[in-house]
């Protein structure tokens, strides 16, 4: 069956500190894959996705991910946390823009000063 | 580019009323809209995928007569919520697909309190 794991629930970092969330997933063709970030309150803003190339991904907000097939993982990257940073961040595989996404349970993050 | 709005953000209605939440795409076509339901500190569940001019495709377990989904144009879907009692009470959120793209762009979400 399809689905994504986000091992971490709730992760705190110091403001400046590097940051690396977990995501693995399971899909039997190959994944289109996403991470999306929900403050509070708000809808998901796309950071980041992974179609097929370069398996290091560049994304908006300084945020990058590196796609590991044989590690089934999608892990989210940033070398310097900011306050504005903490939010809800989730990890999404799907087999194209109009089939469906299966969402991870959501990693959130806060920021200590 | 590829903004999505909702309207209304937020909505409180009596129980037994039904309430539609529209869902837009303000800078391009979307021939795909989801429909998701979040209930708190949980993660975003499928409740339909909408496709212009056709009728919805519903996940396991949603009631399409309770949750009647309209995608009348390339630009706007809409979710009416029937009947609504306070189990109903969710965020929604829809997600539109650009025609010929693959990413999905959400939109601010809906609240729905039902008393």
């Known amino acids: 069956a399809q689905s994504v794991t986000q091992p971490d629930i709730h992760i705190t970092v110091s403001e400046g500190a590097s940051l690396e969330l977990r995501c693995n997933y399971s899909?039997?063709?190959?994944?289109?894959l996403f991470w999306y970030v929900q403050s509070p309150g708000q809808g998901l803003q796309l950071l980041l996705k992974?179609?097929?190339?370069?398996?290091l991904v560049q994304g908006i907000k300084g945020f990058e991910a590196e796609f590991k097939r044989s590690q089934s993982s999608f892990n989210l990257r940033k070398p310097s946390v900011h306050w504005s940073d903490a939010a809800e961040y989730f990890c999404?595989?799907?087999?194209?823009?109009?089939?469906?996404?299966?969402f991870g349970a959501g990693t959130r993050l806060a920021v200590h000063p | 580019g590829a903004v999505v709005s909702q309207h209304p953000s937020w909505v409180i209605c009596k129980s037994g009323t039904s309430v539609k939440i529209e869902c837009r795409s303000l800078?391009?076509?979307?021939?795909?809209m989801f429909w998701y339901r979040q209930f708190p500190k949980q993660s975003l569940m499928l409740m339909a995928t909408?496709?212009?001019?056709?009728?919805?495709?519903?996940e396991q377990g949603v009631e399409k007569d309770k949750f009647l989904i309209n995608h009348a144009s390339l630009t706007l879907s809409t979710l009416t919520v029937t009947s609504a009692h306070p189990e109903d009470s969710s965020f929604y959120i829809c997600?539109?697909?650009?025609?010929?793209?693959?990413?999905?762009?959400f939109g601010p979400g809906t609240r729905l309190l039902v008393l």
């Open positions: 997600s539109a697909v650009e025609r010929g793209r693959e990413t999905q762009y």
């Open positions: 899909y039997g063709a190959t994944p289109y």
């Open positions: 992974y179609f097929s190339g370069d398996t």
């Open positions: 999404a595989v799907g087999s194209g823009g109009y089939n469906k996404l299966i």
């Open positions: 800078d391009f076509q979307a021939t795909t």
């Open positions: 909408s496709n212009e001019g056709s009728k919805a495709t519903y």
